[in-house]
C-alpha cells in the first residue's frame, strides 16, 4: 500500500450516497471494499419505482469503473444487520483502516409508510450500526468508523437558535450552590421512524466510543441534491442514482423531474419548511475529509454538519419554475411537522478542512435538469405524489379522529 492509501469497507456502497462515494475514494488512491445487501434495488422492485438513470449491475458497474480507471473495487454481499459472522469474518480478512457506514434504509417517507417498513427500518438500521460496532470491538481492531447521519435527529420545530456540531454546552446548577458545566449531545426531536433511528445511533456511538475506545466520526447531512459526480460521468455504465418517487426522491430532485414531464411541483403545504441542501459532489468529498481527520481515541464521538446551505421548499419551487415555466401546486403535507420554520446551522468544520461548497447559485442546477431531460422517457408517472403518511387521520378513507 502507498503512504496515503487506506483500506476501506463502504458499507451500503451501491447507494445514492454510497455509490459515488466508494468511486471517489478509490480514486483518491484508497483500495475500497464495498459491502451491501442491494436491498435498495430490491425496495424499488416492491414499490415498482425505479431510478430515473439506469443503474446497470453491481458486476457490470465495478467492470466499468477498472475499464475507466484501472482501478479495482472489490465488492461482498453481505447483509450487515442479519449476517455478523459474515461481516466479522470481512473485517479480519480486510483488516480496514475505515469503514464507511451507509447500510441504514435511508427515506423518511418509506419509513412511515406503514408497519412493516416501520418495522423493517428498525430491525435494519439499528441492527446495521451495532453489527459494525461489535464487530470492530469483538476483534480488537481499530478502524476509523465514519457514519452518514442527517440533520433530521434535530427535529424542524424552529428554536431560534443556530444548531451546533452535534454538542451543546450547558450550565447545571449543583446542590452546593455552584455551576457546573457539561457537554451534552444537542437535543434530539425525530420527525419519522427513519430519523428516529439515526437517533439512536448517536447513543450506540457514545456508548462504544466512551466504553471501548473507537473512534467515530458522525455526519449529520442535509438533504442531497444533485445526480453526478466526477467520477460517475467518466462512463454511462457508472451513472448514478436519481430517484423522484413520493418515497425516496429528494425535494429538489423531484421537483426538477415534475419540471420535465409537465407534473405540477408538488409543495407541500405552505412550502414554509427550511431545509439543509448538500450537492452529491460534496458529500464524497466531505466523507473523504471525514476519513483523512479522524478524532482523538478520547472516548467523544466527532459530530460533523454536512450540509453547505438552506433553503425553504416554496424558495426552491419557485427557482425551478423560474428555469423551466413549471406551475407550482400546494398539496396536502403528508408529514406532521411544523408548517413554517427557520433553520441556522453550524458547518465550521468542513469549511475549516477546505470544503469549497458547491452551490445551487453555481449553476449545476442545469446538469440535474439535463439528467432528468435526458431519461424523462423512464420516468412512472404514478409514482411522483408522495402517498406515505406519517398518522392515519391523513390517510385516505379514515375518519379523522376529533380534536
Not at 451491501?36 to 438513470?53: H, V
Request: aromatic share 8%.
Amino acid at each position: 500500500m502507498g503512504k496515503n492509501e487506506k483500506q476501506i469497507i463502504v458499507v451500503g456502497g451501491d447507494g445514492f450516497c454510497g455509490w459515488p462515494t466508494a468511486l471517489h475514494l478509490s480514486k483518491l488512491g484508497h483500495k475500497v471494499t464495498i459491502v451491501d445487501n442491494l436491498s435498495r434495488r430490491w425496495i424499488d422492485e416492491k414499490m415498482g419505482a425505479d431510478s430515473l438513470t439506469p443503474i446497470a449491475t453491481v458486476e457490470e458497474r465495478l467492470a466499468a469503473w477498472t475499464e475507466a480507471t484501472g482501478l479495482v473495487i472489490d465488492f461482498e454481499s453481505i447483509d450487515v444487520a442479519r449476517e455478523f459472522n459474515r461481516f466479522t469474518a470481512l473485517l479480519a480478512s480486510v483488516k480496514p483502516d475505515a469503514i464507511v457506514h451507509f447500510g441504514e434504509q435511508r427515506a423518511a417517507p418509506y419509513s412511515m409508510k406503514g408497519i412493516e417498513e416501520k418495522r423493517y427500518t428498525v430491525d435494519n438500521n439499528i441492527s446495521a450500526t451495532h453489527n459494525i460496532l461489535a464487530a470492530v470491538t469483538e476483534l480488537g481492531i481499530d478502524p476509523h468508523v465514519v457514519h452518514l447521519g442527517t440533520m433530521g435527529v434535530y427535529g424542524y420545530d424552529d428554536d431560534g437558535i443556530e444548531i451546533p456540531e452535534g454538542y451543546l454546552n450547558v450550565y447545571i446548577p449543583g446542590d452546593d450552590q455552584r455551576i457546573y458545566q457539561r457537554d451534552i449531545l444537542y437535543p434530539t426531536n425525530p420527525g419519522s421512524v427513519y430519523h428516529m433511528t439515526k437517533s439512536m445511533d448517536q447513543i450506540l456511538f457514545q456508548f462504544y466510543a466512551k466504553n471501548d475506545g473507537l473512534r467515530i466520526t458522525d455526519l449529520h447531512q442535509g438533504i442531497v441534491w444533485g445526480t453526478q459526480t466526477d467520477e460517475t460521468k467518466l462512463d454511462p455504465r457508472l451513472v448514478n442514482r436519481f430517484d423522484y418517487d413520493g418515497d425516496y426522491g429528494t425535494v429538489l430532485n423531484r421537483f426538477l423531474m415534475q419540471a420535465v414531464v409537465g407534473h405540477p411541483l408538488t409543495v407541500h403545504g405552505t412550502g414554509g419548511q427550511t431545509r439543509a441542501f448538500i450537492h452529491i459532489k460534496d458529500t464524497v468529498r466531505c466523507i473523504a475529509l471525514a476519513v483523512e481527520n479522524p478524532p482523538a481515541p478520547n472516548g467523544k464521538v466527532a459530530i460533523l454538519n454536512q450540509m453547505t446551505e438552506t433553503h425553504t421548499v416554496r424558495d426552491l419551487a419557485m427557482l425551478v419554475a423560474k428555469i423551466s415555466g413549471a406551475k407550482i401546486a400546494n398539496v396536502d403535507n403528508p408529514r406532521n411537522e411544523a408548517a413554517e420554520n427557520d433553520l441556522r446551522v453550524s458547518n465550521k468544520t468542513f469549511l475549516d478542512l477546505g470544503l469549497q461548497p458547491t452551490t445551487l447559485a453555481d449553476g449545476l442546477m442545469e446538469e440535474t435538469q439535463e439528467v432528468a431531460a435526458k431519461f424523462a422517457h423512464r420516468c412512472i408517472h404514478k409514482m411522483i405524489p408522495c402517498v406515505s403518511t406519517w398518522t392515519d387521520n391523513q390517510r385516505p378513507g379514515v375518519v379523522k379522529k376529533a380534536a
